[in-house]
T-cell receptor, first 112, second 114 residues
Framework: SQQGEEDPQALSIQEGENATMNCSYK?????LQWYRQNSGRGLVHLIL?????REKHSGRLRVTLDTSKKSSSLLITASRAADTASYFC????????????FGTGTQLKVEL | GAGVSQSPSNKVTEKGKDVELRCDPI?????LYWYRQRLGQGLEFLIY????????KSGLPSDRFSAERTGESVSTLTIQRTQQEDSAVYLC????????????FGDGTRLSIL
């Protein structure tokens, strides 16, 4: 089974609002990554957070990692219609080489 | 181009036929990965290449699936005797290996088995 579970499965917000997505995983990790996927396209890497980091920022993105709870969150501030996409968390787990284990994804819709 | 390139972008074939999917990684990326994404789901790992060898094939679902990589560059994923459950988007990614590195994805091949 996939390691990650994400919630919510779907999220609909108005432009300008913040969007928060959560991810949980099951085993020890080296790092956790967030990716965005627009419909019919490949995945675009957003941000990587290492297991010894607790928070990371990139532009309008803020990621937190709580290894004690085996969870992460992605916050998108001041959302735009162009942020509409599916968002996936993925982990590189300890001893798993470099492969990514993906969560089930959150479908974000940002309405004008 | 500078990104990961996959071909074909779409493939429709009859059950029982063999298919070959191609991936051209970013130049200089020694790591190459294949994933499968079923409709509305996350990605499932299939196989990982480091150079031309595959130290992790644990995600290949059956012996009908195989992959190779040559010249530390192009990779081909082959599915023999396709079944309807093979219908999915097959995504390729490449990365540098050193340290914590993001993976760069192609747009995938959408495979439909009739």
């Amino acid at each position: 089974s996939q390691q990650g579970e994400e919630d919510p499965q779907a999220l609909s917000i108005q432009e300008g609002e913040n969007a928060t997505m959560n991810c949980s995983y099951k085993t020890s990790i080296n790092n956790l990554q967030w990716y965005r996927q627009n419909s019919g396209r490949g995945l675009v890497h957003l941000i990587l957070i290492r297991s010894n980091e607790r928070e990371k920022h990139s532009g309008r993105l803020r990621v937190t990692l709580d290894t004690s709870k085996k969870s992460s969150s992605l916050l998108i501030t001041a959302s735009r219609a162009a942020d509409t996409a599916s968002y996936f968390c993925a982990t590189v787990f300890t001893g798993g080489g470099n492969k990514l284990t993906f969560g089930t994804g959150t479908q974000l819709k940002v309405e004008l | 181009g500078a990104g990961v390139s996959q071909s074909p972008s779409n493939k429709v074939t009859e059950k029982g036929k063999d298919v070959e999917l191609r991936c051209d990684p970013i130049s200089g990326h020694t790591a190459l990965y294949w994933y499968r994404q079923r409709l509305g789901q996350g990605l499932e790992f299939l196989i990982y290449f480091q150079g031309n060898s595959a130290p992790d094939k644990s995600g290949l679902p059956s012996d009908r699936f195989s992959a190779e990589r040559t010249g530390e560059s192009v990779s081909t994923l082959t599915i023999q005797r396709t079944q309807q459950e093979d219908s999915a988007v097959y995504l390729c990614a490449s990365s540098l290996v050193q340290g914590d590195q993001p993976q760069h994805f192609g747009d995938g091949t959408r495979l439909s088995i009739l």
